[in-house]
């Protein structure tokens, strides 16, 4: 969001921006009592009141020490995590749940030895060898050394990221240049590539219905 923030700032210095924290129930909820414009948060979002325009996917991967045993493979599968300790939320939401489905799939279930609803916490204590974590891999880009992120499965974890709003919601010229900002920065943010200066509104941007 600091990139988002600020390019939106430097087009529109004049309009105040409000970012808060929500878990995705909360979030649906305010925006349908107009309570909030948008909520970036986690597709699908099915709500016949709710709209959203896509702003970028990202992958989630297994997080291991350096010193790690699977730290040295290239991927990891299901059967590799069977006998591994594993660092996770106590009540995992839907941020996990491209990882809950995978390992439900393949029926395999590793040892939760440490639970933490700290994402910086998991992978410092996956650092310093005390099992394996599950993060977003650009969460690792500022993590420094030490650190393995390890694709899961043979074609990886995708989530899609949405920005959500009401439906009924008249689209100004400023939302709509929000939104843009937001394809460009959380799209390059979430892929790993740079950003993109240029704010034409491209057609994807285009109200997209109930989502």
Not at 173 to 197: N, V, Y
Request: overall charge neutral; glycine content about 6%.
């Amino acid at each position: 969001m600091p990139l988002t923030a600020t390019a939106f700032h430097t087009r529109y210095p004049a309009t105040n921006l409000s970012i808060i924290t929500l878990d995705q129930a909360d979030a649906i909820e305010r925006l349908t009592r107009r309570d909030l414009d948008f909520a970036l948060t986690l597709a699908p979002v099915r709500h016949k009141a709710i709209a959203a325009a896509e702003a970028g996917r990202d992958e989630v991967v297994v997080v291991a020490g350096e010193q790690s045993p699977v730290g040295r493979l290239s991927r990891v599968r299901a059967n590799d995590l069977q006998s591994q300790a594993m660092i996770l939320p106590p009540n995992p939401n839907s941020d996990y749940a491209v990882w809950s489905a995978f390992m439900l799939e393949s029926g395999v279930f590793p040892r939760i030895t440490l639970e933490t609803d700290s994402l910086e916490l998991a992978i410092a204590l996956a650092r310093a060898g005390l099992g394996l974590t599950v993060a977003p891999r650009w969460a690792m880009i500022s993590m420094g050394k030490g650190l393995a992120a390890l694709k899961v499965g043979d074609s990886g974890l995708w989530r899609t990221w949405v920005v959500a709003y009401p439906a009924s919601m008249r689209l100004t010229s400023i939302h709509r240049a929000f939104l843009l900002i937001c394809s460009e920065q959380l799209g390059a943010a979430l892929s790993g590539a740079p950003a993109k200066d240029d704010l034409e509104t491209p057609a994807s941007l285009e109200r997209t219905g109930a989502a």
